[in-house]
């Protein structure tokens, strides 16, 4: 968000940016079926899927992430745990 102080993001939670708390809402939505998803990132974010999901994995190990949205990264944290178990 144009402006933003990195630092001192405001309400939301410190240490986020306003696109760090936009990839966790985002993350927090259910989808309606194959593809709406990566539209949404595309048309809300401006980001490639790629790129979205490199950011989304950073903030799985950002205290401030944790903070923000203790639901969201914990179910994601865990989601994360059992793919690596299961390689």
């Known amino acids: 968000m144009a402006g ?5 993001p405001g309400p939301g939670g ?7 708390r936009d990839v966790l809402a985002l993350e927090r939505r259910t989808w ?4 709406a998803k990566e539209r949404a990132i595309r048309e809300d974010l401006g980001l490639t899927p790629t790129r979205y999901y490199q950011l989304l994995n950073a903030l799985l ?3 401030a992430a944790l903070a923000h949205d203790p639901v969201t990264v914990n179910r994601l944290r865990r989601l994360r745990e059992a793919r690596r178990e299961r390689r």
């Open 14 to 20: 410190p240490g986020l940016s306003g696109r760090d």
């Open 4 to 8: 933003e102080d990195p630092v001192n």
């Open 32 to 35: 309606p079926g194959p593809g």
């Open 61 to 63: 190990d950002d205290p």
